[in-house]
Protein backbone atom coordinates (compact mmCIF):
# COMPACT_ATOMS: atom_id res chain seq x y z
CA UNK A 1 0.00 0.00 0.00
CA UNK A 2 1.33 3.33 -0.94
CA UNK A 3 2.33 4.70 2.56
CA UNK A 4 0.35 8.25 2.26
CA UNK A 5 -2.61 6.41 2.13
CA UNK A 6 -1.58 4.43 5.13
CA UNK A 7 -0.85 7.45 7.07
CA UNK A 8 -4.23 9.06 5.61
CA UNK A 9 -5.91 5.75 6.56
CA UNK A 10 -4.50 5.84 10.38
CA UNK A 11 -4.93 9.02 10.97
CA UNK A 12 -8.01 10.43 9.47
CA UNK A 13 -10.65 8.60 11.65
CA UNK A 14 -9.03 10.22 14.55
CA UNK A 15 -9.27 13.40 12.91
CA UNK A 16 -12.88 12.93 12.08
CA UNK A 17 -14.06 11.41 14.99
CA UNK A 18 -12.83 14.27 17.20
CA UNK A 19 -14.90 16.52 14.62
CA UNK A 20 -18.16 14.11 15.29
CA UNK A 21 -17.58 14.79 18.96
CA UNK A 22 -17.62 18.61 18.66
CA UNK A 23 -14.17 19.15 17.40
CA UNK A 24 -15.39 22.42 15.20
CA UNK A 25 -13.81 23.75 12.25
CA UNK A 26 -10.10 22.68 14.00
CA UNK A 27 -10.73 18.96 13.40
CA UNK A 28 -12.44 19.25 10.27
CA UNK A 29 -9.32 21.70 8.99
CA UNK A 30 -6.84 18.76 9.93
CA UNK A 31 -8.70 16.12 8.48
CA UNK A 32 -9.06 18.29 5.32
CA UNK A 33 -5.39 18.87 5.12
CA UNK A 34 -4.74 15.06 5.85
CA UNK A 35 -6.70 14.81 2.61
CA UNK A 36 -5.11 17.63 0.77
CA UNK A 37 -1.42 15.91 1.68
CA UNK A 38 -2.65 12.23 0.91
CA UNK A 39 -3.36 13.64 -2.47
CA UNK A 40 -0.47 16.04 -3.24
CA UNK A 41 1.47 11.90 -2.20
CA UNK A 42 -0.35 10.55 -5.40
CA UNK A 43 -3.22 9.30 -3.30
CA UNK A 44 -6.31 9.37 -5.90
CA UNK A 45 -9.15 11.18 -4.72
CA UNK A 46 -11.17 8.24 -4.84
CA UNK A 47 -8.88 6.27 -2.09
CA UNK A 48 -9.36 9.28 -0.18
CA UNK A 49 -13.11 9.40 -0.39
CA UNK A 50 -13.32 5.66 0.19
CA UNK A 51 -11.19 6.28 3.45
CA UNK A 52 -13.63 9.34 4.78
CA UNK A 53 -16.17 7.05 4.27
CA UNK A 54 -15.26 4.24 5.89
CA UNK A 55 -14.00 6.65 9.01
CA UNK A 56 -17.34 8.55 8.48
CA UNK A 57 -19.78 5.52 8.98
CA UNK A 58 -17.66 3.66 11.99
CA UNK A 59 -17.22 7.42 13.67
CA UNK A 60 -20.93 8.10 13.65
CA UNK A 61 -22.05 4.67 14.77
CA UNK A 62 -19.45 4.45 16.99
CA UNK A 63 -19.98 7.60 19.23
CA UNK A 64 -23.30 8.03 19.24
CA UNK A 65 -23.62 4.18 19.47
CA UNK A 66 -27.26 4.76 17.41
CA UNK A 67 -28.46 1.40 16.25
CA UNK A 68 -29.76 2.89 13.28
CA UNK A 69 -26.17 2.21 11.32
CA UNK A 70 -27.82 1.67 8.18
CA UNK A 71 -29.08 4.97 6.94
CA UNK A 72 -26.82 6.83 8.77
CA UNK A 73 -24.02 5.11 6.51
CA UNK A 74 -26.57 5.25 3.25
CA UNK A 75 -26.51 9.15 4.12
CA UNK A 76 -22.81 9.22 4.74
CA UNK A 77 -22.35 7.55 1.01
CA UNK A 78 -24.51 10.46 -0.24
CA UNK A 79 -23.06 13.11 1.57
CA UNK A 80 -19.56 12.08 -0.24
CA UNK A 81 -20.98 11.50 -3.46
CA UNK A 82 -22.65 15.35 -3.59
CA UNK A 83 -20.02 17.00 -1.22
CA UNK A 84 -16.84 15.46 -1.20
CA UNK A 85 -15.80 14.22 -4.36
CA UNK A 86 -14.23 17.65 -4.92
CA UNK A 87 -13.12 17.61 -1.57
CA UNK A 88 -9.37 17.96 -2.62
CA UNK A 89 -9.70 19.99 -5.29
CA UNK A 90 -11.10 23.54 -3.84
CA UNK A 91 -11.61 26.11 -0.84
CA UNK A 92 -15.76 25.59 -2.12
CA UNK A 93 -15.66 22.06 -1.71
CA UNK A 94 -14.64 22.26 1.55
CA UNK A 95 -17.14 24.71 2.89
CA UNK A 96 -20.10 22.61 1.81
CA UNK A 97 -18.14 19.15 3.09
CA UNK A 98 -18.48 21.65 6.57
CA UNK A 99 -22.24 22.82 6.11
CA UNK A 100 -22.85 18.88 5.19
CA UNK A 101 -21.17 17.27 7.58
CA UNK A 102 -22.98 19.60 10.01
CA UNK A 103 -26.35 19.13 8.87
CA UNK A 104 -25.43 15.49 9.41
CA UNK A 105 -24.36 15.93 13.09
CA UNK A 106 -27.18 18.07 13.55
CA UNK A 107 -29.67 15.18 12.40
CA UNK A 108 -27.78 13.06 14.39
CA UNK A 109 -28.32 15.51 17.45
CA UNK A 110 -32.08 15.61 16.89
CA UNK A 111 -32.61 12.02 17.09
CA UNK A 112 -30.54 11.59 19.61
CA UNK A 113 -32.83 14.08 21.73
CA UNK A 114 -36.32 12.74 20.64
CA UNK A 115 -34.67 9.48 21.61
CA UNK A 116 -33.86 10.92 25.41
CA UNK A 117 -37.48 12.53 25.17
CA UNK A 118 -39.08 9.32 24.18
CA UNK A 119 -37.22 7.91 27.30
CA UNK A 120 -37.97 10.72 29.81
CA UNK A 121 -42.15 9.90 28.70
CA UNK A 122 -41.49 6.86 29.09
CA UNK A 123 -40.21 7.12 32.63
CA UNK A 124 -42.83 9.67 33.48
CA UNK A 125 -45.67 7.31 32.16
CA UNK A 126 -44.01 4.96 34.72
CA UNK A 127 -44.34 7.13 37.73
CA UNK A 128 -47.76 7.29 36.66
CA UNK A 129 -48.29 3.96 36.96
CA UNK A 130 -46.63 3.79 40.06
CA UNK A 131 -49.05 6.82 41.51
CA UNK A 132 -51.98 5.22 40.20
CA UNK A 133 -50.91 1.39 41.73
CA UNK A 134 -50.96 3.66 45.10
CA UNK A 135 -54.15 5.10 44.68
CA UNK A 136 -55.56 1.83 44.13
CA UNK A 137 -54.25 0.17 46.92
CA UNK A 138 -55.36 3.32 48.97
CA UNK A 139 -58.70 3.28 48.07
CA UNK A 140 -59.05 -0.74 48.54
CA UNK A 141 -58.07 -0.45 51.99
CA UNK A 142 -59.93 2.47 52.87
CA UNK A 143 -62.94 0.40 51.00
CA UNK A 144 -62.23 -2.20 52.87
CA UNK A 145 -62.56 -0.69 56.18
CA UNK A 146 -65.48 1.15 55.70
CA UNK A 147 -67.31 -1.27 54.12
CA UNK A 148 -66.49 -3.47 57.34
CA UNK A 149 -68.60 -1.60 59.99
CA UNK A 150 -71.51 -1.42 58.67
CA UNK A 151 -71.23 -5.15 57.19
CA UNK A 152 -70.33 -5.78 60.95
CA UNK A 153 -74.05 -5.17 61.91
CA UNK A 154 -75.23 -6.05 58.73
CA UNK A 155 -74.25 -9.88 58.84
CA UNK A 156 -74.34 -9.64 63.16
CA UNK A 157 -77.91 -9.39 62.94
CA UNK A 158 -78.38 -11.59 60.03
CA UNK A 159 -76.21 -14.20 62.03
CA UNK A 160 -78.23 -13.91 65.60
CA UNK A 161 -81.40 -13.51 64.05
CA UNK A 162 -80.57 -16.87 62.13
CA UNK A 163 -79.74 -18.37 65.26
CA UNK A 164 -83.14 -18.20 66.73
CA UNK A 165 -82.43 -14.89 69.15
CA UNK A 166 -85.61 -12.84 67.28
CA UNK A 167 -88.09 -16.26 68.15
CA UNK A 168 -89.15 -18.73 65.16
CA UNK A 169 -89.94 -17.35 61.51
CA UNK A 170 -92.62 -18.64 59.32
CA UNK A 171 -91.46 -20.46 56.20
CA UNK A 172 -91.36 -17.65 54.21
CA UNK A 173 -89.76 -15.51 56.70
CA UNK A 174 -87.36 -17.43 57.33
CA UNK A 175 -85.76 -18.23 53.36
CA UNK A 176 -85.86 -14.51 53.24
CA UNK A 177 -83.26 -14.43 56.01
CA UNK A 178 -80.91 -17.32 54.77
CA UNK A 179 -81.13 -15.18 51.31
CA UNK A 180 -80.24 -12.19 53.48
CA UNK A 181 -77.97 -14.12 55.26
CA UNK A 182 -76.14 -15.79 52.31
CA UNK A 183 -75.60 -12.68 50.66
CA UNK A 184 -74.11 -10.99 53.63
CA UNK A 185 -71.57 -13.88 53.84
CA UNK A 186 -70.90 -13.08 50.18
CA UNK A 187 -70.15 -10.08 50.55
CA UNK A 188 -67.89 -10.29 53.70
CA UNK A 189 -65.65 -12.57 51.41
CA UNK A 190 -65.68 -10.36 48.57
CA UNK A 191 -64.19 -7.79 51.29
CA UNK A 192 -61.59 -10.30 52.12
CA UNK A 193 -60.68 -11.35 48.72
CA UNK A 194 -60.11 -7.60 47.35
CA UNK A 195 -58.21 -7.29 50.73
CA UNK A 196 -55.93 -10.40 50.08
CA UNK A 197 -55.81 -9.56 46.37
CA UNK A 198 -54.85 -6.35 46.68
CA UNK A 199 -52.03 -7.46 49.56
CA UNK A 200 -50.59 -10.54 47.31
CA UNK A 201 -50.53 -7.79 44.02
CA UNK A 202 -48.65 -4.73 46.64
CA UNK A 203 -46.10 -8.10 47.66
CA UNK A 204 -47.56 -7.01 51.59
CA UNK A 205 -49.54 -10.71 51.85
CA UNK A 206 -47.23 -12.64 54.49
CA UNK A 207 -46.94 -16.21 54.77
CA UNK A 208 -45.70 -17.57 58.00
CA UNK A 209 -44.08 -20.77 56.74
CA UNK A 210 -43.59 -24.30 58.75
CA UNK A 211 -43.17 -27.82 57.95
CA UNK A 212 -46.52 -29.33 58.17
CA UNK A 213 -48.62 -32.54 58.06
CA UNK A 214 -49.77 -32.44 54.88
CA UNK A 215 -52.98 -35.44 55.86
CA UNK A 216 -53.56 -33.62 58.74
CA UNK A 217 -54.06 -30.51 57.07
CA UNK A 218 -56.25 -32.02 54.33
CA UNK A 219 -58.71 -33.75 57.23
CA UNK A 220 -58.85 -30.34 58.87
CA UNK A 221 -59.39 -27.96 54.91
CA UNK A 222 -62.67 -31.13 54.54
CA UNK A 223 -64.04 -30.51 58.56
CA UNK A 224 -63.79 -26.82 58.00
CA UNK A 225 -65.34 -27.02 54.10
CA UNK A 226 -68.14 -29.51 55.14
CA UNK A 227 -70.38 -27.09 56.75
CA UNK A 228 -70.75 -25.48 53.50
CA UNK A 229 -71.16 -28.12 51.56
CA UNK A 230 -73.35 -30.15 53.44
CA UNK A 231 -76.33 -27.93 52.61
CA UNK A 232 -75.79 -28.34 49.08
CA UNK A 233 -76.11 -32.26 49.35
CA UNK A 234 -72.51 -32.89 48.70
CA UNK A 235 -70.08 -35.02 50.49
CA UNK A 236 -66.60 -33.92 51.01
CA UNK A 237 -63.92 -37.04 51.21
CA UNK A 238 -60.35 -37.64 51.50
CA UNK A 239 -59.50 -40.77 49.48
CA UNK A 240 -55.83 -41.11 50.02
CA UNK A 241 -52.69 -39.49 51.32
CA UNK A 242 -49.29 -40.72 52.05
CA UNK A 243 -48.77 -40.80 55.59
CA UNK A 244 -45.95 -38.71 56.88
CA UNK A 245 -45.49 -36.39 54.04
CA UNK A 246 -44.94 -32.84 54.99
CA UNK A 247 -44.96 -29.27 53.16
CA UNK A 248 -43.50 -26.40 53.77
CA UNK A 249 -46.36 -23.79 53.95
CA UNK A 250 -48.72 -20.68 55.48
CA UNK A 251 -51.22 -23.36 57.27
CA UNK A 252 -53.60 -20.33 57.24
CA UNK A 253 -53.33 -19.61 53.75
CA UNK A 254 -53.30 -23.61 52.87
CA UNK A 255 -56.29 -23.97 54.38
CA UNK A 256 -57.76 -20.83 51.87
CA UNK A 257 -56.40 -22.57 49.21
CA UNK A 258 -58.17 -25.74 50.04
CA UNK A 259 -61.49 -23.92 50.89
CA UNK A 260 -61.28 -22.06 47.62
CA UNK A 261 -61.17 -25.34 45.47
CA UNK A 262 -63.33 -27.34 47.65
CA UNK A 263 -66.00 -24.61 47.65
CA UNK A 264 -65.91 -24.56 43.25
CA UNK A 265 -66.24 -28.21 43.46
CA UNK A 266 -68.95 -28.17 45.46
CA UNK A 267 -70.57 -25.18 44.08
CA UNK A 268 -70.08 -27.23 40.71
CA UNK A 269 -70.94 -30.82 41.72
CA UNK A 270 -74.70 -32.19 40.77
CA UNK A 271 -76.34 -32.54 44.14
CA UNK A 272 -75.69 -35.70 45.82
CA UNK A 273 -72.34 -36.18 44.56
CA UNK A 274 -68.93 -36.86 46.13
CA UNK A 275 -65.87 -34.59 45.93
CA UNK A 276 -63.14 -36.39 46.46
CA UNK A 277 -59.43 -35.40 47.62
CA UNK A 278 -56.31 -37.19 47.28
CA UNK A 279 -52.87 -36.61 47.90
CA UNK A 280 -50.14 -38.34 46.01
CA UNK A 281 -46.16 -38.07 45.22
CA UNK A 282 -45.66 -36.72 41.85
CA UNK A 283 -42.61 -36.56 40.14
CA UNK A 284 -40.33 -35.11 42.82
CA UNK A 285 -42.90 -33.41 44.53
CA UNK A 286 -46.80 -33.82 46.17
CA UNK A 287 -50.14 -33.40 44.26
CA UNK A 288 -53.64 -32.98 46.04
CA UNK A 289 -55.77 -32.93 43.64
CA UNK A 290 -59.65 -31.87 44.66
CA UNK A 291 -61.90 -34.02 42.05
CA UNK A 292 -65.87 -33.54 40.74
CA UNK A 293 -68.01 -34.99 38.79
CA UNK A 294 -69.87 -31.36 37.50
CA UNK A 295 -70.03 -29.89 34.04
CA UNK A 296 -66.16 -29.06 33.82
CA UNK A 297 -64.52 -25.98 32.75
CA UNK A 298 -65.44 -24.90 29.07
CA UNK A 299 -62.64 -25.22 26.45
CA UNK A 300 -62.66 -21.62 25.33
CA UNK A 301 -62.55 -20.37 29.29
CA UNK A 302 -59.18 -22.65 30.49
CA UNK A 303 -56.93 -20.20 29.12
CA UNK A 304 -58.29 -17.04 31.54
CA UNK A 305 -59.33 -19.42 34.70
CA UNK A 306 -56.74 -18.20 36.44
CA UNK A 307 -57.13 -14.38 36.18
CA UNK A 308 -58.76 -12.19 38.71
CA UNK A 309 -62.99 -11.77 38.28
CA UNK A 310 -62.71 -14.39 35.32
CA UNK A 311 -66.11 -16.35 35.38
CA UNK A 312 -67.05 -18.71 32.45
CA UNK A 313 -70.09 -17.41 30.68
CA UNK A 314 -72.34 -20.84 31.66
CA UNK A 315 -71.40 -20.35 35.41
CA UNK A 316 -74.10 -17.77 36.90
CA UNK A 317 -73.39 -19.80 40.81
CA UNK A 318 -72.37 -16.74 42.62
CA UNK A 319 -68.92 -15.57 43.71
CA UNK A 320 -66.94 -12.68 42.09
CA UNK A 321 -64.13 -15.22 40.20
CA UNK A 322 -60.70 -14.07 42.65
CA UNK A 323 -61.04 -17.47 44.07
CA UNK A 324 -58.75 -19.23 41.82
CA UNK A 325 -56.38 -16.44 41.26
CA UNK A 326 -56.20 -15.95 44.86
CA UNK A 327 -55.14 -19.56 45.25
CA UNK A 328 -52.73 -19.23 41.86
CA UNK A 329 -51.15 -16.39 44.16
CA UNK A 330 -50.25 -18.18 47.10
CA UNK A 331 -49.93 -21.91 45.85
CA UNK A 332 -46.91 -19.56 43.68
CA UNK A 333 -45.62 -18.46 47.04
CA UNK A 334 -45.34 -21.30 48.57
CA UNK A 335 -42.95 -22.87 45.49
CA UNK A 336 -45.89 -24.50 43.97
CA UNK A 337 -47.71 -24.32 41.06
CA UNK A 338 -51.51 -25.33 40.23
CA UNK A 339 -53.61 -26.72 36.82
CA UNK A 340 -56.29 -28.66 36.15
CA UNK A 341 -57.60 -30.96 33.99
CA UNK A 342 -61.67 -30.91 32.98
CA UNK A 343 -63.86 -33.08 31.21
CA UNK A 344 -67.51 -33.64 31.66
CA UNK A 345 -68.51 -35.33 34.49
CA UNK A 346 -64.91 -35.22 36.00
CA UNK A 347 -62.66 -31.95 36.93
CA UNK A 348 -59.69 -32.23 38.82
CA UNK A 349 -57.72 -28.40 39.88
CA UNK A 350 -54.60 -29.43 41.54
CA UNK A 351 -51.62 -28.28 43.26
CA UNK A 352 -48.00 -29.17 43.45
CA UNK A 353 -45.94 -28.79 46.42
CA UNK A 354 -42.53 -29.21 47.18
CA UNK A 355 -41.96 -32.15 49.86
CA UNK A 356 -40.49 -31.24 52.87
CA UNK A 357 -37.94 -33.67 53.59
CA UNK A 358 -35.96 -32.74 56.80
CA UNK A 359 -36.06 -35.44 59.64
CA UNK A 360 -36.57 -34.26 62.98
CA UNK A 361 -33.89 -35.04 65.45
CA UNK A 362 -36.04 -35.73 68.66
CA UNK A 363 -37.01 -32.86 70.42
CA UNK A 364 -35.29 -30.48 67.95
CA UNK A 365 -37.80 -28.18 65.50
CA UNK A 366 -36.29 -28.75 62.08
CA UNK A 367 -37.11 -25.48 60.91
CA UNK A 368 -34.33 -24.18 62.40
CA UNK A 369 -31.81 -25.38 58.99
CA UNK A 370 -34.08 -23.28 56.85
CA UNK A 371 -33.30 -20.45 55.59
CA UNK A 372 -35.45 -17.84 57.29
CA UNK A 373 -38.86 -18.11 56.23
CA UNK A 374 -41.85 -15.10 55.49
CA UNK B 1 -55.79 -12.06 90.56
CA UNK B 2 -58.53 -13.18 92.21
CA UNK B 3 -59.00 -16.33 91.88
CA UNK B 4 -62.47 -17.97 92.83
CA UNK B 5 -61.28 -21.85 94.02
CA UNK B 6 -64.04 -24.23 94.57
CA UNK B 7 -65.22 -24.69 98.49
CA UNK B 8 -63.52 -28.05 99.69
CA UNK B 9 -60.91 -28.48 97.12
CA UNK B 10 -57.84 -28.62 98.79
CA UNK B 11 -54.58 -26.72 98.59
CA UNK B 12 -54.99 -25.21 95.49
CA UNK B 13 -54.73 -28.40 93.78
CA UNK B 14 -57.85 -27.26 91.64
CA UNK B 15 -57.58 -23.32 91.03
CA UNK B 16 -60.82 -23.20 89.42
CA UNK B 17 -60.38 -19.92 86.74
CA UNK B 18 -61.70 -16.48 87.55
CA UNK B 19 -65.05 -17.58 85.65
CA UNK B 20 -65.68 -14.87 82.64
CA UNK B 21 -69.11 -12.44 83.64
CA UNK B 22 -68.67 -8.89 83.50
CA UNK B 23 -67.72 -7.82 80.45
CA UNK B 24 -67.06 -4.19 79.05
CA UNK B 25 -67.52 -3.09 75.47
CA UNK B 26 -66.43 0.00 74.37
CA UNK B 27 -67.54 0.81 70.92
CA UNK B 28 -68.79 3.90 68.88
CA UNK B 29 -71.22 2.54 66.37
CA UNK B 30 -74.67 1.97 67.89
CA UNK B 31 -75.22 -0.80 65.56
CA UNK B 32 -72.09 -2.43 66.46
CA UNK B 33 -73.32 -2.11 69.97
CA UNK B 34 -76.86 -3.77 69.61
CA UNK B 35 -75.23 -6.64 67.85
CA UNK B 36 -72.55 -7.30 70.25
CA UNK B 37 -74.08 -6.18 73.54
CA UNK B 38 -77.23 -8.86 72.39
CA UNK B 39 -74.73 -11.82 71.42
CA UNK B 40 -72.38 -11.38 74.44
CA UNK B 41 -75.81 -10.97 76.81
CA UNK B 42 -78.16 -13.28 75.32
CA UNK B 43 -75.71 -16.28 74.30
CA UNK B 44 -72.76 -15.83 76.59
CA UNK B 45 -75.04 -14.77 79.53
CA UNK B 46 -72.40 -12.15 80.11
CA UNK B 47 -73.39 -9.31 82.53
CA UNK B 48 -72.63 -6.37 79.60
CA UNK B 49 -71.69 -2.73 79.93
CA UNK B 50 -71.54 -0.80 76.85
CA UNK B 51 -69.78 2.42 76.19
CA UNK B 52 -69.78 4.79 73.33
CA UNK B 53 -66.85 6.44 73.89
CA UNK B 54 -63.09 6.11 75.45
CA UNK B 55 -64.28 8.59 77.90
CA UNK B 56 -67.24 6.92 78.46
CA UNK B 57 -65.32 3.87 79.48
CA UNK B 58 -62.29 5.37 81.42
CA UNK B 59 -64.82 6.98 83.72
CA UNK B 60 -67.35 3.80 83.77
CA UNK B 61 -64.38 0.74 84.04
CA UNK B 62 -63.46 1.07 88.02
CA UNK B 63 -67.43 1.11 89.37
CA UNK B 64 -68.15 -1.41 86.80
CA UNK B 65 -64.97 -3.42 87.36
CA UNK B 66 -65.26 -5.73 84.19
CA UNK B 67 -63.54 -8.95 83.74
CA UNK B 68 -62.43 -8.35 80.07
CA UNK B 69 -62.89 -5.45 78.02
CA UNK B 70 -63.54 -5.26 74.31
CA UNK B 71 -62.38 -2.02 72.87
CA UNK B 72 -63.07 -0.85 69.81
CA UNK B 73 -60.04 0.51 67.64
CA UNK B 74 -60.92 3.10 65.65
CA UNK B 75 -63.27 5.51 67.49
CA UNK B 76 -63.42 9.54 66.91
CA UNK B 77 -61.35 11.05 69.44
CA UNK B 78 -59.52 8.72 71.85
CA UNK B 79 -58.99 5.80 70.17
CA UNK B 80 -58.49 2.41 71.19
CA UNK B 81 -54.73 2.43 71.62
CA UNK B 82 -54.93 5.42 73.60
CA UNK B 83 -57.84 4.33 75.60
CA UNK B 84 -56.00 0.90 76.92
CA UNK B 85 -52.55 3.15 78.00
CA UNK B 86 -55.23 5.41 80.23
CA UNK B 87 -57.01 2.05 81.03
CA UNK B 88 -53.54 0.51 82.39
CA UNK B 89 -53.55 3.31 84.74
CA UNK B 90 -56.31 3.19 86.39
CA UNK B 91 -55.42 0.51 89.63
CA UNK B 92 -58.78 -1.17 88.86
CA UNK B 93 -58.12 -1.90 85.38
CA UNK B 94 -53.93 -1.82 85.28
CA UNK B 95 -54.31 -5.48 84.81
CA UNK B 96 -57.97 -6.27 82.85
CA UNK B 97 -57.46 -8.51 80.21
CA UNK B 98 -58.12 -6.33 76.81
CA UNK B 99 -59.43 -7.77 73.50
CA UNK B 100 -59.32 -5.48 70.59
CA UNK B 101 -62.36 -5.09 67.56
CA UNK B 102 -61.02 -3.57 64.67
CA UNK B 103 -62.14 -3.18 61.00
CA UNK B 104 -58.91 -1.83 60.29
CA UNK B 105 -57.16 -5.30 59.20
CA UNK B 106 -53.52 -4.94 57.17
CA UNK B 107 -51.45 -7.34 58.73
CA UNK B 108 -49.27 -4.26 59.85
CA UNK B 109 -52.06 -2.71 61.57
CA UNK B 110 -52.81 -5.83 63.22
CA UNK B 111 -49.29 -6.52 64.38
CA UNK B 112 -49.20 -3.09 65.90
CA UNK B 113 -52.25 -4.13 67.98
CA UNK B 114 -50.88 -7.14 68.84
CA UNK B 115 -47.72 -5.31 70.37
CA UNK B 116 -49.68 -3.56 72.95
CA UNK B 117 -50.79 -5.12 76.11
CA UNK B 118 -53.82 -7.17 74.72
CA UNK B 119 -55.05 -10.80 74.93
CA UNK B 120 -56.06 -10.10 70.99
CA UNK B 121 -57.42 -8.67 68.19
CA UNK B 122 -60.70 -9.83 66.50
CA UNK B 123 -61.63 -8.55 63.34
CA UNK B 124 -64.61 -7.01 61.96
CA UNK B 125 -67.25 -8.58 60.59
CA UNK B 126 -67.31 -11.32 62.70
CA UNK B 127 -70.06 -13.94 63.67
CA UNK B 128 -71.57 -12.52 66.94
CA UNK B 129 -71.95 -16.63 67.80
CA UNK B 130 -68.98 -17.06 67.14
CA UNK B 131 -67.45 -14.15 68.79
CA UNK B 132 -68.69 -15.67 72.01
CA UNK B 133 -66.92 -19.25 72.04
CA UNK B 134 -63.95 -17.20 70.40
CA UNK B 135 -63.55 -14.95 73.35
CA UNK B 136 -64.31 -18.10 75.38
CA UNK B 137 -61.31 -20.32 73.92
CA UNK B 138 -59.35 -16.99 74.71
CA UNK B 139 -60.42 -16.43 78.05
CA UNK B 140 -58.86 -20.06 78.91
CA UNK B 141 -56.06 -20.22 76.56
CA UNK B 142 -54.92 -16.88 79.12
CA UNK B 143 -55.76 -18.29 82.06
CA UNK B 144 -54.16 -21.81 81.02
CA UNK B 145 -51.34 -19.90 80.24
CA UNK B 146 -51.13 -17.40 83.42
CA UNK B 147 -51.61 -19.83 86.35
N1 LIG C 1 -64.64 -27.23 39.64
C1 LIG C 1 -65.03 -26.43 38.65
N2 LIG C 1 -65.82 -26.89 37.64
C2 LIG C 1 -66.19 -26.07 36.63
N3 LIG C 1 -65.85 -24.77 36.52
C3 LIG C 1 -65.07 -24.25 37.48
C4 LIG C 1 -64.61 -25.04 38.59
N4 LIG C 1 -63.85 -24.25 39.37
C5 LIG C 1 -63.85 -23.04 38.81
N5 LIG C 1 -64.57 -23.03 37.66
C6 LIG C 1 -64.77 -21.88 36.76
O1 LIG C 1 -63.78 -20.90 37.05
C7 LIG C 1 -64.39 -19.67 37.44
C8 LIG C 1 -63.51 -18.96 38.41
O2 LIG C 1 -63.45 -19.64 39.66
P1 LIG C 1 -63.07 -18.83 40.95
O3 LIG C 1 -63.03 -19.76 42.10
O4 LIG C 1 -61.88 -18.01 40.64
O5 LIG C 1 -64.28 -17.80 41.09
P2 LIG C 1 -65.77 -18.07 41.57
O6 LIG C 1 -65.88 -19.40 42.23
O7 LIG C 1 -66.67 -17.81 40.41
O8 LIG C 1 -65.95 -16.90 42.61
P3 LIG C 1 -65.28 -16.80 44.07
O9 LIG C 1 -64.35 -17.96 44.22
O10 LIG C 1 -64.57 -15.49 44.05
O11 LIG C 1 -66.42 -16.86 44.97
C9 LIG C 1 -65.75 -20.08 37.96
O12 LIG C 1 -66.68 -19.01 37.92
C10 LIG C 1 -66.10 -21.20 37.00
O13 LIG C 1 -66.55 -20.66 35.77
MG1 LIG D 1 -64.45 -19.96 43.77
Known amino acids: ?374 | METHGLAGEGLGKHVARRTLKRILLVEDDPDIQTVTSMALGSFGGYTVHVCGSAEEAIESAAEFLPDLILLDVMMPGMDGMDTLRVLREIPETASTPVIFLTARVQPADVAKYKELDSLAVIRKPFEPTALVETIQDIWIRYHDSAH
Not at chain 1, 229 to 248: F, N, S, Y
Open chain 1, 1 to 374: MNPALEELSNQYPSALREYCNGGGEAALLRAYQLGRGAVAAGVSALEVGTVHQEALVSALVETLALAESAPIARRATEFFAECLAPFELTRRGFQEAHAALRDLNQGLERRLSAALQDFESAQDELLEQKRMETLKNDFISVISHEVRTPLTSIHGALNLLKSGLGGELNPQGQRLLDAAYRNSQRLVRLVNDLLDLQRIESGTMTFNLRPVDLRSLLEQAIEASQAHAGPLGIKLVLQGAPTGARVRVDSDRMMQVMTNLLSNAAKFSPRGETVVVEASRHNSGLRVGVTDRGPGVPEEFHERIFQKFAQAASSDRGGSGLGLSITKAIVEHMSGRVGFQSEPGRTTFYFDLPEWRRTVSRGKASENTWPAGR
